[in-house]
């Protein structure tokens, strides 16, 4: 069974930097086939795609966060990370990690969420 | 980008009946990349349909996917009690997007 679990810190100060990280079990970043996504949800909205990165380390981001965000992957240790840069209040969101299916590009796999607030 | 509308916002129903949901692409997509999800409160959203029609591991046979030009349906034939939650479209043009949901509530 695939699971993806989050971790990081859930408060972070304005203009400071929100670092996640996902560990994935039951399955193989390493093996290809799939991308490796974040997607967040502000409080009560609807879903935004952050961007995603391949085990290769070749990233695909959101054009509208782009200049703000960096993915990474750690394939030793089957994580990967979003670090998004100057954040502000808007960036208070549930973050979820998930695995993407490169040829229908879906998400079949998430991570149950970790709630980030952004405040000082 | 391409925007997804989804219709309607609220959708009130009964147990037993049939659910329509809509999403409309602000341009024409490839059906390949139309995905749909479910969410219950408190929880990660969950894949329901994708390629337009094919139903995801372990999802039931009420649920179906269609699609006519830009416009894409979620069918649920006969509601269960637990459908009752928002559901998602979600396409993969240049870069993904979600609709922005529809909330499916009890009559």
């Known amino acids: 069974q695939v699971q993806l679990q989050e971790s990081g810190p859930g408060l972070v100060k304005p203009s400071q930097t929100l670092s996640l990280t996902c560990t994935v079990s039951g399955a193989s970043i390493s093996r290809g086939g799939y991308y490796w996504s974040w997607i967040r949800q502000r409080p009560g909205k609807g879903l935004e795609w952050i961007g995603h990165?391949?085990?290769?380390?070749?990233?695909y981001y959101n054009p509208s966060l782009k200049n703000l965000v960096t993915m990474s992957v750690d394939t030793s240790r089957n994580q990967f990370s979003v670090n998004l840069r100057s954040v502000t209040a808007a960036d208070t969101a549930v973050y979820y990690c998930?695995?993407?299916?490169?040829?229908?590009?879906?998400?079949?796999?998430w991570g149950q969420g970790t709630l980030v607030t952004v405040s000082s | 980008e391409i925007v997804l509308t989804q219709s309607p916002g609220t959708l009130s129903l009964s147990p037993g009946e049939r659910a329509t949901l809509s999403c409309r692409a602000s341009q024409r997509i490839t059906s390949t990349y139309l995905a749909w999800y479910q969410q219950n409160p408190g929880q990660a959203p969950r894949l329901l349909i994708y390629?337009?029609?094919n139903r995801a591991t372990g999802i039931p046979d009420r649920f179906s996917g269609s699609a006519s030009g830009a416009d894409f349906t979620l069918t649920i034939s006969r509601l269960e009690p637990e459908d009752f939650a928002v559901y998602y479209c979600?396409?993969?043009?240049?870069?993904?997007?979600f609709g922005q949901g529809t909330r499916l509530e009890i009559k």
């Open positions: 990165i391949y085990y290769s380390g070749n990233t």
């Open positions: 979600q396409q993969y043009g240049s870069s993904p997007t």
């Open positions: 390629g337009e029609s």
């Open positions: 998930a695995r993407t299916d490169w040829n229908y590009y879906y998400f079949d796999y």
